[in-house]
């Protein structure tokens, strides 16, 4: 017949298991320091990262917001004058997505609708061109059953980004930049 064991005798037997198998977060810190990580552990809700949606209610320019639908900034990447600005130092994965489309084709098939990201590095001091994409709007003559057409352009890479730099978007053709939800978005995460 088994003796039940004192409360307080199961507690301490708790805490000290707990103890030798090590918290999550001290197991993912020794994980990082075994793989060679030089970069920060950071908690996911301090993790820089920020995902920006083209505001629709401003048609004249692409001006990205962080207070729409999913937008968001968090941790250390904040929005400012239309920029991300980097507060620290590290690898980021950044992307950007500009959905064109309209009603007609442009008369000018032969031109090129273009979505680009630039680096102000505090390192360089002209801004870099770090991502850029070209596509013709409509490449196959259009058919008059179709209605409207639409060209997305995706962009992403990583890249290392110093504290102080910002990140911007530029577009051609803005007036044909569809800004809906999921459509026209920018962010960056720290990896």
């Known amino acids: 017949m088994a003796v039940p064991l004192p409360r307080s005798s199961v507690l301490a037997l708790l805490c000290l298991l707990c103890l030798a198998s090590g918290s999550p977060v001290q197991k993912e810190a020794k994980a990082s320091r075994h793989q060679g990580s030089a970069g920060p552990v950071y908690r996911v809700s301090e993790r820089p990262a920020a995902h920006l949606q083209a505001d629709p209610y401003i048609s004249a320019s692409l001006t990205w917001s962080a207070d ?22 590290g690898l980021y994965f950044i992307y950007a997505q500009a959905t064109f489309g ?14 680009r990201v630039f680096l ?56 044909t930049i569809l800004k809906e939800n999921g459509a026209t978005y920018f962010g960056a995460y720290a990896l």
């Open 68 to 89: 729409l639908d999913n937008a968001f900034t968090q941790g250390s990447l904040t929005l400012k004058n239309n920029e991300l600005l980097v507060h620290h130092t």
């Open 120 to 175: 102000n590095s505090v390192q360089h001091e002209d801004k870099m061109q770090i991502l850029r994409a070209d596509k013709t709007p409509c490449e196959q003559p259009q058919d008059t059953t179709q209605v409207g057409w639409r060209k997305p352009i995706f962009l992403a890479g990583a890249f290392k980004l110093e504290k102080g730099d910002s990140l911007y978007v530029s577009a051609s053709d803005v007036e």
């Open 102 to 115: 309209g009603l007609r084709c442009p008369q000018e098939n032969r031109n090129l609708v273009y979505l």
